[in-house]
């Protein structure tokens, strides 16, 4: 017979932290509703939980017109949910995103949602390590960035940290990796863009490009680094053109951003695009991805008799052609019928004699 017991109405939200219902003095003080002695309320109403099972829902509909009739924008709401990717650390996944679960299920029960999971799909990194233990202050195993910061700049930092394992695994933090990637920077900008590429510096940009869009959208993040530091050993002391060169800068900024923004200003013509975030997405061609050559494998019998360069793509009949051309093959064959031709195009040719 004592309820509904209603919150007050005066409560003052501020940043000073700690429970804003606690400082209300007439909802703190009360009777006890057994035998009317003085008595104080509970304040704390709600789980932690609480608020991060749903907030997510609400935040989308904060600046719709309807904020303040009803807790979701429906129109807001379809746009914007279900999240497509969720990442998040292990410790959430019997937490937060449980809980964020049931109550997505509980609102669309009540058709406030039109959609009874959340998040279509989650992704789990791992944890990182030091000195063989979970990276935390309670253990004074953390790393405070600043002096790294100071010594080798955030790009650094935040690229080792894509760089020293594959997201989904636990790794091991080593302060000398920082270091690594701080030179392969310091490579990258000693490269100087010209009009045009040399055809390496082409094919060499869209392999990069096709494996780096490959392993992005698989949540290969640390091989993203690996692909950008072998595109600078492949096409260092070559000409790199300035179409080539802006594709790699656009793929360096997710990783990179304070470097690739500086080149970017450095190298282009900013008036289209205030910043490189502006500049779009480069996609990798496969036609210009192919070497001109390829190291071609003879074999006669199923045994490796010679290895020549050849043009890419040539056909079962030019590769014939060029192999009569080596002597380390023809002794093989001379005065002998080749009663059979396996070639795998841009790899090997395998001759069946007798």
Excluded at 24 to 48: I, L, N
Excluded at 62 to 83: G, L
Excluded at 125 to 133: A, N, S, V
Aim: net charge negative.
């Amino acid at each position: 017979d004592q309820l509904p017991v209603e919150h007050p109405r005066d409560v003052e939200f501020s940043s000073e932290g700690g429970n804003p219902l606690a400082q209300s003095e007439d909802f703190v003080h009360c009777s006890c509703p057994k035998c009317g002695s003085a008595a104080k309320r509970e304040t704390d109403t709600m789980d932690t939980f609480v608020d991060s099972s749903w907030y997510f829902l609400r935040y989308p509909s904060m600046t719709s017109e309807s904020k303040d009739s009803q807790v979701f924008d429906p129109e807001v709401t379809k746009k914007w949910m279900p999240v497509n990717q969720y990442v998040g650390g292990v410790e959430h996944a019997v937490l937060h995103l449980l809980y964020a679960r049931f109550f997505t299920k509980a609102l669309n029960k009540i058709g406030l949602l039109d959609f009874v999971e959340p998040f279509k799909s989650l992704f789990t990194q791992g944890m990182i390590y030091r000195f063989g233990k979970k990276m935390s202050k309670s253990k004074g195993n953390g790393i405070s960035p600043d002096e790294l910061v100071n010594d080798y700049g955030t790009d650094a930092i935040r690229g080792y940290e894509l760089f020293i394992g594959p997201p989904s695994d636990d790794v091991e933090w080593n302060d000398q990796g920082v270091e690594g990637v701080s030179r392969f920077l310091q490579r990258f900008r000693s490269l100087t863009p010209v009009d045009t590429s040399a055809e390496e510096v082409v094919v060499s940009t869209h392999k990069c490009l096709l494996a780096y869009q490959r392993d992005f959208d698989n949540f290969q993040y640390n091989t993203l680094v690996s692909h950008l530091m072998k595109w600078v050993n492949e096409v260092n002391g070559k000409q790199i053109g300035k179409e080539e060169y802006k594709m790699i800068l656009q793929v360096l900024a997710p990783i990179f951003p304070f470097t690739a923004e500086q080149l970017w200003e450095k190298y282009y013509d900013t008036s289209a695009a205030t910043t490189i975030f502006d500049a779009g997405w480069p996609q990798g061609d496969e036609s210009k991805a192919k070497d001109a050559s390829f190291e071609l494998v003879v074999q006669i019998l199923g045994k490796v008799r010679d290895k020549m360069q050849a043009p890419t793509d040539i056909s079962q009949d030019e590769a014939l052609e060029l192999i009569k051309t080596s002597e380390k093959t023809q002794k093989h064959i001379e005065g002998k019928e080749i009663v059979k031709v396996i070639y795998i195009p841009n790899k090997l040719i395998n001759l069946i004699v007798k």
